[in-house]
């Protein structure tokens, strides 16, 4: 014996939902119906001739009929119980009136019937994911589209924002060297300023030590002349008195010998200092003590640099040397110390 069964599970009755399990079996009576959860509820349960095909023949009603539970399995259907019930009775009633051939025709339409559908659903659903292929490769290729366009955008305006950089940087740089040169040139015209200057002092210094130049040489030719006479004055004196004595003798041939340089520092030597082996005198106490002795005689100071006037002295057989870092003249003592 087979049967058709309809049964509400305990976890719908919970729940309080209309969904329906179909179910077939060839057990007897409820056994089949007893191993779902207790609690668990028959609502019809009928025998059949074939129950594989009347349950194949009610699931292909119901799917048109009510809402297919597939998400809980393919037996399960969401509607009103009682028109379940009626459709169920319906189904099995036409099929029982069926011969045993008629049943195996109608089976085997069924079987084509449902491969046609499932081929057609399977079409179906291969133009579906085509389609859906297509949009999704249109969309992509839209996207990559405004994606490229987008990152064309940002290229341009990081090119222009570049360029833009650049000319304010070159504009920068422009200015600087600009600021640059003025500054140099303003450096360069205050440095020929300063020249210019610089040369008209030097032309007046140098045009004013021309003219003191002159002027001491003019003072030299009178004073040259005086001592000249002087010493003509002295000498023909002395040839007249014919009173020559050793010291006035050395004085009137130092007299000759330095006339020319207009130059006392003989006479000096001869009246104030006296050579004297292991003494010194510094040259600038030296060169103080001649000046003021020229003072004192009315001779003419000399202006003979540090240099010169060793270089006189040199010649005069008085040693130049250093001591301790000072210049001084050896063995020579003032005649007073």
Known sequence: MSYIYLLLEREFIKTNENIYKIGRSNQNNDKRVKQYPNGSKL?????????????NEIIDLFKRKYIHR????????????????????????????????????RAEEKI?????KKNKEKQDLLKKKKEEIELLNEKKN????????????????????????????????????DNLKKSKIEEIALIEKRTIELKKKKEE??????????????????????????????INELVVNSTLNIEESKKIISLKENNNNIDFLQEFIDSEIIINNGTTI??????EKFDSWCRQKGY??????????????????IINSSAAGIRVYRNIIFRNN
Do not use: A
């Not at 609502?43 to 349950?55: A, F």
């Not at 028109?83 to 049943?103: A, G, H, P, Y």
């Not at 084509?112 to 046609?116: G, M």
């Open 205 to 234: 210094e140098f045009n004013n030590l021309e003219l003191k130049i002159h002027k001491k040489k003019f003072e030299k030719e009178k004073i040259y002349g005086l001592i000249v006479d002087t010493i003509k004055s002295h």
């Open 43 to 55: 609502i019809i349960q009928t025998i059949c001739s074939d129950c594989k095909i009347s349950e």
């Open 300 to 317: 003419p100071v000399n202006n003979l640099s540090d240099k010169s006037f060793s270089r006189i002295m040199t010649k005069k057989g």
């Open 112 to 116: 084509i019937e449902n491969r046609l």
């Open 142 to 177: 839209k996207e990559k589209e405004e994606l490229l366009k987008k990152k064309q955008e940002e290229i341009e305006l990081l090119n222009e924002k570049k360029n833009k950089e650049k000319e304010e940087l070159l504009k920068k740089k422009q200015q600087e060297i």
């Open 70 to 105: 597939n998400d809980i399995g393919n037996e399960y259907f969401e509607g009103d119980v009682f028109e379940m019930r009626w459709d169920i009775n319906k189904v099995i009633d036409e099929l029982d009136k069926l011969s045993t051939e008629e049943l195996k025709k």
């Open 282 to 287: 510094k040259r600038v106490i030296f060169r």
